[in-house]
């Protein structure tokens, strides 16, 4: 129903920014990744959810069409409702979110606010096919997937691995990798993730 909304932020809290466009504030509930992206008094445009209950309507924004596309995506499974969706982008991006559900990487996801092991799991389950599925000529979240997915079954298996050897988890070193070209040297991908985590 509503796809953005654009005008001057004149309000924000820790979980929601007030858009105002033509003397209407709207209350949008977003992620700490996009308020971290927005300022005071100045022009911001966000891409817009509406969840309809029975009891209330509530507005979600964001930042970018792939977070929103997450953001959908996550709240398509069972279980997940939007407050859990805001949780696991705040505290990872989208990116993250698919390189973590594409390996497997149950950790990562429970990172976020409120998910535990059961939530994540249900998530991989219910996702990882249809991300495997993704084209990677898609635009938003179905892109992300598609070059997650390609990450996985190019060099970063074997990076992952040796990282470990490393005393590494999975869970520490696959939101860097998620950044990096899969098709790079395994010993590349090895020493740049090393070194954005400050262990050069």
Request: hydrophobic fraction near 40%; proline fraction near 3%.
């Amino acid at each position: 129903m509503l796809y953005s909304v654009r005008g001057r932020l004149i309000h924000t809290t820790s979980s929601s920014a007030v858009v105002e466009c033509s003397g209407v504030g709207y209350n949008c509930q977003t992620t700490l990744n996009t308020l971290k992206t927005l300022k005071l008094n100045t022009e911001v445009m966000l891409y817009t959810y509406l969840n309809i209950r029975e009891d209330a309507a509530e507005l979600f924004g964001f930042a970018t069409k792939t977070e929103l596309e997450t953001f959908k995506t996550l709240i398509s499974v069972s279980g997940v409702g939007p407050k859990a969706g805001l949780a696991i982008l705040s505290e990872l991006t989208p990116e993250q979110v698919a390189m973590s559900i594409t390996s497997d990487d149950i950790k990562t996801l429970t990172r976020a606010q409120g998910i535990g092991k059961k939530i994540a799991q249900r998530i991989i389950l219910e996702l990882k096919d249809k991300l495997a599925k993704a084209s990677a000529d898609d635009s938003g979240f179905s892109a992300v997937a598609g070059a997650s997915v390609q990450a996985v079954s190019g060099n970063v298996p074997k990076a992952v691995e040796a990282l470990g050897v490393l005393g590494y988890s999975p869970s520490d070193v696959s939101s860097v990798l998620a950044t990096l070209d899969p098709s790079l040297p395994v010993e590349q991908l090895i020493a740049m993730t090393l070194k954005q985590m400050g262990r050069n």
